[in-house]
């Protein structure tokens, strides 16, 4: 049903926007399959997860950090993970361009932004990305790159509101290209988008929607995985 799926979800994006396969609690299997089908960028949000997935799955698929990750974690992906969407600190940011430089690398961020009304969503606020963006930390830091921002929309059968949240961050994704990255044209990305919700995503100017369930089918968080 994977490649079925895939070609489903592949026939509804809006031109240019970028599909990445959460496979996050999925199996090496189902990943391959989604692979065979042509699928190459994929997201996961543990990072142990995706060490053990990266090492034994085909060497040109794409690797996307989506969740919340830990400073003490980065190492297990540094190597190879393309881009971190989830940047929600200084600190987080300084620890991953410390483990970049170590591989001689330069990854690419997102800056995850609040924009849900829940509580509980991790992500930054307008007046925290400014203080990040002009911190004198920010501005040494040569192994990574910041190329847009990322949120998630409140879980809610409410419609309006998740546009209204999405258009934010789009208004954010604007203002600060305006003041940060005046001629950074990589700086055009917004992450936001998953299975419920995409539709609304892409009307409002997503670059990149994150899609797992209606790819892999529903998740089974019964058994817990062996990180965080
Ligand atoms: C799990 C997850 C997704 C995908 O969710 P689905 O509803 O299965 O499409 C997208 N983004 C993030 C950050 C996630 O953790």
Redesign the pocket.
């Known amino acids: 049903m994977i490649k079925e799926n895939l070609a489903k979800v592949r026939s509804t994006l809006a031109d240019g926007v970028r599909l ?1 396969a ?1 496979s ?1 609690t999925k199996p090496v299997e189902m990943l391959q399959e989604a692979y065979d089908a042509g699928q190459r960028l994929f ?1 996961e ?1 543990k990072a142990l997860e995706m060490r053990d997935k990266h090492a034994v799955l085909p060497e040109d698929i794409e690797w996307h950090f ?2 919340h990750l830990q400073t003490n974690k980065i190492k297990y992906i540094a190597a190879y993970v393309r881009m971190i ?2 940047i929600d600190s200084l600190n987080l940011l300084e620890a991953v361009d410390k483990e970049a430089r170590k591989h001689d690398r330069v990854i690419d961020c997102l800056l995850q932004f609040h924009i849900a009304t829940e509580e509980t969503k991790f992500g930054l606020n307008m007046d925290e990305a400014r203080a990040l963006l002009e911190s004198p930390e920010y501005a040494a830091m040569e192994h990574v790159r910041i190329v847009g921002v ?1 949120g ?1 929309a409140t879980n809610t059968t409410d419609r309006e509101l998740v546009r209204r949240e999405f258009r934010t961050l789009r208004e954010y994704r604007d203002q600060l290209a305006e003041k940060y990255f005046k001629g950074h044209e990589e700086f055009r990305e917004i992450s936001m988008g ?3 919700d ?1 539709d609304i995503a892409m009307e409002e100017g997503s670059t990149m929607v ?7 089918g529903a ?1 089974d968080y019964g058994v817990k995985v062996n990180d965080d």
Request: charged share 15%; proline share 0%.
């Open positions: 990445v959460v996050k997201g949000n989506i969740g969407h989830s990322m998630m998953m299975s419920h995409y994150r899609i797992g369930s209606t790819i892999f998740r």
